[in-house]
Every structure is written in structure tokens, then in C-alpha cells.
């Protein structure tokens, strides 16, 4: 099987499309990002979040009334849904809390619980929710009541029932029992059930995650984010700058007396355009995650840096296959010999990019809520990782020796229109 | 086959084994075999489900105290020597004035001071003609912080590992501001775990003065006259721990303010059945040698009389001497089993230091690390599956080739994580998915190269060996630039336990790459080669 047999497309003579669509998506993305900025995780901003998983569709306008009855109409409820199970039924309570003590983040958490019990009903005075107990104190609580009737042999038979019992919570029924009946699933007797009665209600609700992020934590993390960010892009720099250390384009441009810095541009171009094409793929990407309202979190600074690699790879081998190609043809026009370098690697950029993009796009289906953001900055950034090599770097470096090489640049444009036209 | 790709055989299969190994040990049995697997592949705490906690230890605290303490000792040290002053204050947390000091006498104190307190300084006081300001020294300080952070540690691991947990971490956090990173895998209750850690417990035994409690606070000031006793404090009791027996205040005790033994005097102290109230727990103890001394004298003077164990200022037990103790007991409470163990351990362990300020915590519960394992292993089998029908589908043998190649790359990664003992998070699985997709990289730029090859008519054998020769520098570059930013990632996150799991994946996975598409599919393909009859073409 093979998809791309003897391409010969003139990707340089398209130069002015790339150039509209970069500009398109950047203004886009810049608007937004402008407008209504890029929207930071909570390990960023610092705040409370907890995490709830509903039974049934989640009563989001009754939560929303308890929250603002315990003084917390400022809290966001986000409800999530996911592809791979849409009815997950789990909301994000959030609390923002900029500038505040720690203290009243985690205050903060003991309202928004409050405000859940009190709003949906659930609680009994006395007793505990079976879908917050710990096996552990699930198993004291049975040895207490000994339900089993078996006195001093007791043993750990109720710390294995505990367990048995919590896991089938957690796994089976997904963290909430709605009714004790159903721990019979897990091999509950009724009189083990009634026995829980006594000291635990059901709730069709369960907290399954909680994050408490002091402000301190999270200005000191986007220091971090933003300090490794650069030392990336830095190390990206040195290494393309020791790659490509091989001249550039200075055999085009050697004459004497040239400006030394056109001169030390032509040494660094390739290099440059790299990074420069790696730039554009890092805003375009964060202008999308402002426009489509994605979080960003640590791991999407992860992702970001990967991406940063990644986009880096693809323009490594067509500038890879141009430098070969600039020994093997000194006759040709430079727009034809990247032409056709493009070319020649245009089925390895395809498949190689595609099944990456694949597995990402699978991961970003799949993956579950916790990495939504992180596979959806890899998403984007493989697509436009792959595009802005050939769409971004390539003609950058052609435009800069047609903007320095005048005679040989014109031929080039020529032969690019000719085999267009041919 | 030549002796050459013989050796390069066995050196793979080699590599297989021990990666084998590594994932799975030496397994008699299935069960073995997935024991093994769960024990060597350690899943970190977004997986599992856990309690993770950043905590800061309030080391001003600590040189607060050392401050207050010198003070007291300078007092007393200059009543001693008959050193003459006015007054003596704290001017903050690190330093202390003495005003007006016989100015006969300032080369005796400060012979004792250089004696006696050699972490100070000292200087005159501005604006006093005979005052003299003791610094603490800049070094001290740093001395106090760190030991205090080494206490801190200790005390917090040492509670912590009374919780039972399967490896819970606590270790110094962040540089140096005097942060704690308290990991506790399957602890679920993030509440339970910050009182464990902060919890003083203060215990003391004391005498019972007029041997009975009365019904409230007014009733009792009303009997004594509105006045107490000399050292005697009014306490409010409770026949058990708020939460699991009466209210407290609903009875008030009149005792002893200086305890006969206090928590400090325990040898040890354990959780044990209640023999009085079945089904509840009772906390034992053993006092230590010294204690015993002045505990027995006391419970024999005192039978019939009425001892009290309080507990940070509760009592919570008041109960008739019947004889002599000597140097063991039990605090009767009703006590759970859990409430009881952690008892024992607060007593057990000692208080902290300083007090601690929590600055971050989260909790995975375990419903959610369940849902996130499945999610990771689903993504990861149906790219994975993706992938391999994709490159068989594609490039025929060749495409085997890769697939060989890429499970092979998965079984190294995977062993190293075992061998290296990293922690695999769900970043980390979105690693492991990631190398899927990048691992193919490096096939897909040998193979396409040497189809480019055997299109300008190379002989197979001569193509797949330009294929990999001309291949190989972009390999290694498409490999540098991702590895840059995973080790820079790594480096500058290190800490950030998830997502430092993305960085260890994902460069194993790069590097296990290396050998297996490289070095692991060429021996393939030369073995495919030397058994080809000359003619035949390559499927590719």
C-alpha cells in the first residue's frame, strides 16, 4: 500500500495561503486571548475544587441554590460529560479564591459539602455517608455491631467484608450506592445491610476528588511553568543551533562586504525559522484553548512542552532532506529544491503525524476527564505542529533568500510557477 | 545466518528476558504472574487514590521558643551571679533587651553571655547609655530551622506510619521554605489525615480534688465560694471522647493543676479491647522508669481517692484508686478501634515542633483512580491496536517488522519502570500512549526510506541498509528534540509527583525506542533477508 506516490506539489507557490491561515487562526486566538484571557487551573490560581458524581443527572439548579445558601453563589458548577461515557453525571464545584488564607480554602470545602447534604437531602442526623467511609472505619464499625453474630471468632472476617464492600463502591457501582440494598451485589447479608442502616445513610451523591491549592502554591508554580517553558525553548535553540551549524544558507550570499548581520542571519536561518515556526504552533494552540474555554493546568504546560518537541521534528527532516538535497542539486532554483524536499518527506510528515494524531485523538476520546486538556493541547499541536513545518518554516527560509539572493531567488520563483503551470 | 546476527539475536532475546523479568518476576502461576505485576509496577497516588498533602512548619515558632527560654535562663543566670539590670524584654522573635545594667558589672555579663549563651550577640542598645541588645545569630536560626524541620519529619513519619499504609511518603518539599510533601496512598479522608498529623494529644493523670464532679461551671465556682483553690483548675469532663459519649461540659472537675505524670512520661502506649465496655477500645500504657518512681508513692497515698486522665484539657475518665499502681494503665474511653490507635500513636509519638500550615492538599478517592486506570488502559490498547493494524496494513512484512519492534519497546518500558521503581500516573500512561504514536516515527522514516531507495532500482539488501543508514540522523534528532523537553520537564517539575510520571514515560519510551526500531527491527529485517532467496522482492 502506498498513499503518496511521486508527489509534486509546489508548496512554496501556496506560501500566501499559509501565511492567511496562520494569520487567521492567530488573530482569532489573539482576540480571544485578549478579550477573555486564557483560563488557568486551579493549581495556577489556587482555589478549591471539588469533584461530585451523581447517581442520576446531576440537580444542578438545587445545588446551585444550597451553594448560594451557605454564602457560595460565586461558585462555579461545571458539569462534565464525556464521549466515551456520557453519562457520567459528575459535576466540578469550584471556588476561586485568590489573595485568600489557606484556612478559608479549606473552609471553603466544608461549605460546599454542607451545602450538597443540605440542598439534596441526604444526610441523617447520627449517622455517616456509606459512600465517604474508609474500609477501615467501615471495619470497625462491623466488628462493633457484629452483624455475623461472630462473637470472639470474629478474626478478620470484617475487615475483608469492609473491603470487599468498599471495593465494590468504588468499582462496581462507581463510588455511589444510592441504596444500602445494593451492597448485596457484594455479597452483604441482610442482616449486614440493616446493620449498616444503623450508622450509615445512602446518598446519590459522592465526592470523588478534592483539590485544595493555597495561593502561595500556585504563584510559585506559575513561576516554575513559565521558568521551564523557557529553559525549553532554550534548549530547543542550542540544539538546533548545533545542528544546523553546518553554514545555512551562507554559500548563497557569500559575497564580501554584506551587512554582518544579514550575514549572521543567513548562518542561524534554518535554526531560527524552526523556532520561530515552533512559537507560532505554542500561541496558536493557546489561542485556542482561550477561544474553546480549555483549562490550563501543569499538564498541559507537559503537553506544551512536548509539543514544543514534537513540532520541532517534523521541521528537522525537511530541512534534513533540503540541506541533503542543496549538495546533491547546486543547479536549481532554492523554492524548488524545498519543494521538493517537502515533497519527498510528505509521506512519512502524513503517516508519521497521522498515527500520532491518532493515538492522541484517542486519548483525548478515551482518556477521561482529568486528561481532557492535556490531550486536547496535543491534539492541536500535532495538526498545527505538522502544518506550520511546511507551511511556516519552509517558506520562511525561502523568503529570506529570496529577500537576500535576489538573482537566484527570482529563478526560483519562475521555476516554481513554471511547474505549477505544467 | 552468520555468527554476527546469531550474536545480535541472543543479545535481543536477552533483552527480552530481563525485561520479562522485570515486569513479572518468576511466576508459578497465573495469580503469581499479576501478584508480581502489581507489586513491580507501582501506581502513583492519581491512580490508586490517595491523600496528598503540602504542609508548612511555622519555624518561627520554633525560634520564638528558643528566644523565650534564653530569656528565662538569662534572668535566672543574672540572679545568680548578682548581676544588676533593670529590665530584661523580648524585642522580637530573635532578640532581647536588657536595660540599665550596672555598668560595674558589663564585663560579667558578657562573660556569662559568651559563656553561657555562645549562639547570641551582643550590642549596645540604641539610644540607652547602659543597655545592651543579645541577637540571636544568623547561623543559630538556620541551626533551628533545619533541626526543627528534621523533627517535623520524623514525628510526621512516624504517625503517618501507624496509619498502615503501603508507602507513604513524607519528605522535605521545595527549596527552602520549609515545606513538607506528605504523600498517603489509599488514605481517603483527607480530614483524618491532617488530624493524625497535627493532633497533640496531651495527657495527664491528676488527682481529683474533693473527689466529685460537679453538674456545671456556676455550680462549682458557687460551692468553692467563686474562688479556686490554689493550683487547682476547673475542667469540664465527659465520660467518653466528645463525639462518642456525652457532650463535654456536661460535668466539671475540680483538679490538680500540676499533673503526677504527664504524656511525656510514657514508655509506650497501645491500643487494646476494653475489658469493661466490650466492643470499644481502651488505650494501655507503660510509664517510664522515673515516673514509675513518683506514680506509685502517689496511688498509694491516694486509694480511695479519685485520679482524673485528662485529655487536652478533657477529662476524660475519673475513676476510685483501688491500689497501688506502679507503672502501667489504661485510659477507658469508648473509644473505636481506629479513634484508639490513633490515640496511642499521638501519644506515642510526640508533639511537633512548631505547628504546621497546610498550603496545598488534594484527595483522588478511589472510584476516581479506578475510572482513570480504565480510561488510561482503554486509550492505551485501542491506539495501540490503531497503530499495529495501520502499519501491517501498510507496509506487509515490514510492517510486522514494527509491530515486533513497538510491543518489544513497551515491555522494556515497562520493566524499567519496575527495575527504576518509578511511579506510573495517568500522565504517565498518556507517556505511554504518546511513545506508541512517536515509537512509529522512527519506522515509518526507515521504511519509507527504503521504499525511496528500492524505487531507484537498489537491490533489497542494499536498499533496507541505505534505508537505515540515511534514516538514522533524523531518528536521532526527532529523539533529542522530544528528550530535550522531557528532561527539561522533568527537572523543572520534578516535584509535581503526575506529571513528572509524563517525563519518566515518555523518555524511557524514546530511549527504549532507539534499540528496539533501530537496532531490534534491522536484525529483523537482516534475518528476512539472509533467508530471502536472492530475486525475491521486499515486502514493504
Known sequence: ?422 | MSSNLKWKAVSIVIVVLISIYGIIGLPTSWTAAKQNFAQRIKLGLDLQGGTHLILQVQVQEAVNLETDQTLDHLKSDMRDKGIRYDDASELNGTQIVVHNLATNQTGAFRDLVSSSFPDWDISPAPNEASGYVLSLKPAAIAAIGQQTMDQSVETITRRIDNLGLTQPLVATYGQGNNEIIVELPGESDPNHAKEVIQATARLELTKVVGNQPYPSEQEAMASLGGVLPPDTELLPGGSGTADNGQPAGSVWYLVQRTPIVTGRDLKSADAEPSTENPGYYDVAFHLSTDAATRFGPFTEQNVGNQMATVLNNQVILSAVIKSRIEDSGVIEGQFGQQQADDLALELRSGALPASVKYLEESTIGPSLGADSIRHGVQASVVSLLVVLIFMVAYYRQAGVNAVVALLLNLVILLAALGYFSAVLTLPGIAGVILTIGMGVDSNVLIFERIREELRSAKAPVSAVDLGFKRAFLTIIDTHVTTLVSAAILFVGVAEKGAVAGFAVTLTIGLLANLFTSVYVSRVIFDWHLAKMPRQAELSI
Open chain 1, 1 to 422: 500500500m502506498e498513499f503518496f506516490k511521486q508527489v509534486n506539489i509546489n508548496w512554496m507557490g501556496k506560501t500566501k495561503y499559509f501565511v492567511a491561515l496562520s494569520l487567521a487562526l492567530l488573530i482569532i486566538g489573539g482576540i480571544s486571548w485578549a478579550r477573555k484571557g486564557l483560563y488557568y487551573g486551579i493549581d495556577f490560581t489556587g482555589g478549591t475544587l471539588v469533584y461530585v458524581r451523581f447517581d442520576t443527572t446531576p440537580p444542578i439548579d438545587k445545588i446551585r441554590q444550597g451553594l448560594a445558601s451557605q454564602g457560595l453563589g460565586d461558585s462555579t458548577i461545571q458539569q462534565i460529560s464525556d464521549i466515551s461515557s456520557p453519562n457520567a453525571n459528575e459535576v466540578v464545584i469550584g471556588l476561586d479564591e485568590r489573595g485568600q488564607g489557606e484556612e478559608a480554602l479549606a473552609a471553603g470545602r466544608t461549605a460546599i459539602l454542607n451545602a450538597l447534604y443540605a440542598s439534596l437531602g441526604a444526610g441523617e442526623p447520627g449517622k455517616q455517608d456509606f459512600n465517604s467511609v474508609t474500609p477501615q472505619a467501615l471495619a470497625d464499625q462491623l466488628t462493633r455491631k457484629d452483624p455475623l453474630n461472630l462473637g470472639v471468632n470474629v478474626g478478620d472476617k470484617y475487615t475483608q467484608l469492609a473491603k470487599q464492600l468498599t471495593d465494590y463502591r468504588d468499582h462496581d457501582l462507581r463510588g455511589v450506592v444510592s441504596d444500602l440494598r445494593r451492597l448485596q451485589g457484594a455479597g452483604a447479608t441482610p442482616a449486614v445491610i440493616s446493620a449498616l442502616r444503623d450508622s450509615y445513610f445512602p446518598s446519590n451523591f459522592a465526592v470523588i476528588s478534592e483539590e485544595i491549592v493555597g495561593p502561595q502554591v500556585g504563584a510559585q508554580l506559575r513561576k516554575q511553568a513559565v521558568i521551564v517553558t523557557l529553559y525549553a525553548l532554550g534548549g530547543m535553540l542550542i540544539y538546533i543551533a548545533f545542528r544546523f551549524s553546518g553554514g545555512g544558507l551562507l554559500h548563497l550570499t557569500a559575497s564580501a562586504g554584506t551587512f554582518f548581520l544579514w550575514k549572521w542571519i543567513d548562518f542561524v536561518i534554518f535554526g531560527a525559522a524552526a523556532v520561530l515556526a515552533v512559537f507560532h504552533d505554542v500561541l496558536i494552540t493557546l489561542g485556542l484553548f482561550s477561544l474553546l474555554h480549555f483549562e490550563i493546568s501543569l499538564t498541559v504546560i507537559a503537553a506544551l512542552l512536548t509539543l514544543v518537541g514534537y513540532s520541532m521534528n517534523d521541521t528537522i527532516v525537511i530541512f534534513d532532506r533540503i540541506r541533503e538535497n542543496l549538495r546533491l542539486m547546486r543547479r536549481e532554483p532554492f523554492a524548488s529544491i524545498v519543494n521538493r524536499s517537502i515533497n519527498q518527506t510528505l509521506s512519512r510528515t502524513i503517516l508519521t503525524s497521522g498515527l500520532t494524531f491518532v493515538t492522541v485523538l484517542v486519548l483525548f476520546l478515551m482518556g477521561g476527564q482529568v486528561l481532557r486538556s492535556f490531550s486536547f493541547a496535543l491534539v492541536v499541536g500535532i495538526m498545527v505542529g505538522t502544518y506550520s513545518s511546511f507551511g511556516i518554516a519552509a517558506p520562511l527560509v525561502v523568503a529570506w533568500s529570496n529577500w537576500r539572493g535576489q538573482g537566484e531567488a527570482a529563478t526560483g520563483t519562475a521555476a516554481g510557477n513554471k511547474s505549477r503551470k505544467g
